[in-house]
């Protein structure tokens, strides 16, 4: 294996099992399938060390070989650059070549520029090389004739599996069916416009869906890279798709307000086979929420114990889903670390997202989840329209008294497709995404300037930083990490006076009115503000 993440298919291999039974004979050349999320690209993230394989990628490679294509993967997770994609080319010689972005990772959906930039790049490339090119992807599907424009022949709108196995029947004669009456695509139209066929329904049956060709990837690269920078290997799956929750900063594409669900013995299988087949420590539940359908959870836990396959895992949930049946239920899977959108200790914010949460839950979450040995994490997020010095003091009085394992920690992120774009694109600029997710930048104009909220994100970590090296945590400490916390505690308190004082100086500098669309005044004018 030369390092570059991709490997040709093995057609003998099972779509549900990596073991076993026939395919058809493929019936055309090879399909190389790739994305454009190189983990070197975002400087903050490599410097985290947390790849996970592409797991839509992944699902739609299957689904394709489950109709007979012999199929090939480049993934992108750790790979130097578009150069290697161009010798995974080289190597394989496609007809076709699939840009299908992972709907299932964070930073995929959230369009980041570099990450479009080099989409566009592997475009050109595929193209100079002969192929007909697909691209599947939340930034595609939002900025469809850009991606044309790159030279991407079709662009699929929605959930993919089932669209891209009709046009690959289509485009290899296996179906007369006209491109154009194929439901789920956006076509180059006049003008440099888009022309979009119907959309396609949802499947609702995920168990239908093969697993993942896992098979496919370089299981030695992403097992050395784990245990070198953390010392244990984890992997990454998925239970569901889509959320059904309204928050209206949240951008959904692909899903919509849809929430289909696997069978928790269909997880419970497929986390069987990565244990006998690839022995992971840890597996990421990449949900948006994770056992959102009732008894959902209790039944996995009992079939993975059936089987053999606990593995500790950590997922994303909501706080308002965290009663005590549920939290028991949760350590008997194996549950490690629950990761929670608190987003903000205001209620005024939370109301203000359409969040449809109490302040009084994600403390209760908190506490009934350190009270079975799970780690808390948090998601928080400043900078919302109309948000507070009052509001982020909130937030802080909350991470304290929560004492959570974790936090992620973003500025808020108008999105296409969503409510909160709407109240404030009258006042967004030219730049519409961040470069990477170390950027950062306040797309539009807030209670501060960004040097504000640069400087809260690193004051807050600062504070967190402080706050944990002393604090007793469900956190599991050995020697080898217990010196560097108290170490890095040490450091974090020491400096975080100055930290402090940096913050209060850029608050009184740049508080400014908060700006305010022709929709949010309306909004809220509407919720009696």
Known sequence: MDGLAWQTTITEIDSKTSLSPPYKTAAMTDILFGQSYFLRFDAKMWQMGQPYPPLGTLYAASALRERGYDVALFDATLAPSEEAWAEALDRHQPRYAILYEDQFNYFSKMCLLRMREAAFTMIRIAKAQGCEVIVSGSDATDHAPEYHRAGADYVIV??????????????????????????????????????????????????QFPFPAWDLVDMAQYRHFWRERHGYFSLNMVTTRGCPYRCNWCAKPVYGQRYSVRSPESVAEELALLK???????????????????GWIGRFADRVREQDAVIPFKCQMRADLMDAETVAALKAAGCRTVWMGAESGSQQVLDRMDKDLRVEQIHEAAQRLRAVGIEVCFFLQFGYPGEAWEDI?????????????????????????????????????????????????????????????????????????????????????????????????????????????????????????????????????????
């Not at 485009?171 to 888009?194: D, F, N, Y």
């Not at 690839?278 to 056992?291: A, T």
């Open 393 to 529: 003091r909130a937030t802080l009085r909350m991470v304290r008294a929560c004492r959570p394992d974790d936090i992620g920690i973003s500025v808020s992120y108008p999105l296409p497709g969503t409510e909160f774009y709407e109240r404030v694109q009258t006042g967004l600029g030219e730049k519409r995404n961040w470069n990477d997710s170390g950027d950062l930048a306040m797309l539009y104009r807030g209670t501060y300037a960004p040097d504000f909220y640069r400087q809260l994100h690193t004051t807050v970590h600062r504070m967190f930083r402080a706050q944990k090296a002393f604090t007793p945590h469900t956190s599991r400490l050995t020697p080898h990490t217990f010196f560097p916390r108290i170490a890095s505690g040490a450091f974090h308190a020491a400096v975080l006076p100055f930290s402090w004082a940096r913050l209060m100086w850029l608050r009184r500098k740049t508080n400014r009115p908060t700006f305010e669309s022709q929709e949010n005044a309306k909004w809220r004018m509407q919720n009696g503000e």
């Open 276 to 294: 006998r087949e690839y022995q992971p420590d840890h597996i990421w539940f990449g949900d948006d929420i994770f056992g959102l359908k009732p």
């Open 158 to 207: 929605g959930e993919g599996e089932e669209t891209l196995a009709d046009l690959m029947d289509r485009l290899t004669g296996q179906s007369q069916t006209p491109v154009e009456t194929l439901p789920g695509l956006a076509l180059p139209g006049p003008e440099g416009g888009e022309a979009r066929t119907p959309a396609r329904s949802l499947v609702r049956d995920l168990d």
